[in-house]
């Protein structure tokens, strides 16, 4: 593709949307630990993590396949054995390579309480906190660090992926969700450019309108202004950091021993989420992204979240892999959920109904020192204990957990708590932060 193509390409689904260029700065400025970036990866259509990280076996009837107590990284963190499924060697080594290879990085949360089992409601609380006036916590974090960037917050859907309240935030944000960017990097001779294009400058020189009434108190049409405004958007998409955006995922896609995939052809559109976001940060554009996955909605049959988790996995695999081509692998946090969860007995059709319970899994960075642990607990059949939110263990006069306490430890992890933006969106009164992350 080439290069101006591509800088319409980004106009066209969001990227052309930018802070005026004196804003713009190098890099987002770090979090807590020096952590710049957020990934949060949705599992969406509600993951089970019996069948991932919290495995409970057939004996109570909970899975159909028995608990292996091999499958156990050095640190003690157990996954899943694979039922006889299709493609289920590729999935038990999507599975080991993953954990063996992460393991140390992981933090495993279960038990933890979404406060529903809607999808819609729960895709809401868990990224956010409550049911509608908060914003996700990927938003957060590029209101809060990223502000001087061009785009802080890219996002690619999943059920709250388009309405975490960024306006509220003064943040900038691109939905690329079904997109013409992702349709048209694999199609570049494709004919839909041109007809974007037009849309999107329509639409930009509109805000811009919108923007200068705003600064300036003034009400004059946009036909006034309509050349200089078009004048401003081309040096917009002309900057070099959209071309240095360009130049990135060309290295990327350029390297022949890039080890993103264990199995190419798997989760492809995924792993063009991971490309972007990746190359993106590395340009200094964004410092938060919310990529999305789907195929865990199995009411019809629950041995469909093997397939679906192995992918995930090796889709993550990929994220780390180009963060980690572009060196920012140590300075980036990956929290990766589902908007409910499944329950513990299947139903009539082989599947698992909703429940809020559900489990949560972060990993961090590269040589951060953290991870190779669990925080919280399940019963046998798979119900929620109170716990000791010190120690992550049972405790009969303990506490529920809830996202809410997860949340809260994630804000301050990523050094979001003290600011004035976090402020304006309260988790909850009293809330004790977790020993999720130390």
């Not at 698992?352 to 669990?374: A, F, L, R, W």
């Amino acid at each position: 593709m080439k290069r101006r193509q591509f800088i319409k390409l980004l106009a066209a689904s969001g990227f052309g949307a930018a802070l005026p260029v004196a804003a713009v700065k190098a890099n987002a400025a770090p979090g807590a630990g020096n952590y710049r970036y957020f990934v949060a990866i949705a599992a969406d259509g509600g993951w089970d993590s019996t069948c991932l990280f919290d495995p409970k076996g057939k004996a109570n009837e909970i899975n159909k396949v028995a608990l292996d107590n091999s499958l156990k990284t050095p640190e003690g963190l157990q996954w899943s054995a694979v039922p006889d499924v299709k493609d289920k060697a590729i999935i038990e080594n999507q599975y080991r390579q993953f954990f063996t290879r992460y393991g140390n990085r992981i933090t495993a949360i279960r038990g933890v309480d979404s406060l529903t089992s809607s999808h819609l409601l729960g895709a809401k609380s868990v990224w956010s906190g409550n049911f509608g006036t908060n914003p996700s916590i990927a938003a957060l974090h590029s209101a809060v660090h990223g502000r001087n960037l061009p785009l802080p917050y890219i996002t690619f859907g999943g059920h709250y992926g388009g309405s975490d309240y960024t306006a509220d935030l003064g943040v900038e944000k691109a939905r690329l969700g079904g997109g013409g960017l992702l349709k048209l990097m694999g199609n570049p001779g494709g004919s839909q450019e041109s007809g974007l294009y037009g849309m999107i400058k329509n639409a930009h020189q509109d805000r811009l309108s919108r923007q200068i009434m705003e600064e300036n108190g003034l009400d004059y049409r946009l036909s006034s202004r309509s050349k200089g405004l078009d004048n401003l958007l081309n040096y917009r998409l002309s900057e070099n950091r959209f071309e240095q955006l360009h130049d990135n995922l060309a290295q990327l896609e350029g390297v022949p021993d890039f080890k993103g995939d264990w199995n190419s052809g798997r989760m492809q559109h995924f792993k063009l989420q991971a490309r972007l976001t990746a190359a993106s940060f590395a340009t200094g554009t964004s410092n938060a992204a919310s990529l999305s996955q789907w195929g865990f909605d199995t009411h019809g049959n629950n041995n469909d979240q093997y397939p679906a988790l192995g992918n995930l996995l090796e889709g993550i695999h990929y994220l780390i892999e180009a963060l980690t081509f572009f060196g920012i692998a140590d300075q980036t946090v990956i929290m990766v959920a589902s908007d409910i969860g499944r329950r513990a007995l299947h139903n009539g059709s082989g599947g698992k109904d909703h429940h809020n319970v559900t489990g949560q899994m972060i990993i961090h960075p590269e040589g951060s020192g953290s991870g190779g642990k669990y925080f919280g607990e399940t019963t046998d059949r798979y119900e929620q204990v109170k716990l000791n939110l010190e120690t992550g263990k049972a405790d009969r006069n303990g506490t529920n957990l809830t996202i809410r306490h997860t949340l809260y430890g994630m804000r301050e992890y990523l050094g979001l708590n003290d600011s004035e933006q976090a402020k304006r969106f309260p988790l909850g009164e009293n809330l004790i932060m977790p020993n999720l992350f130390s």
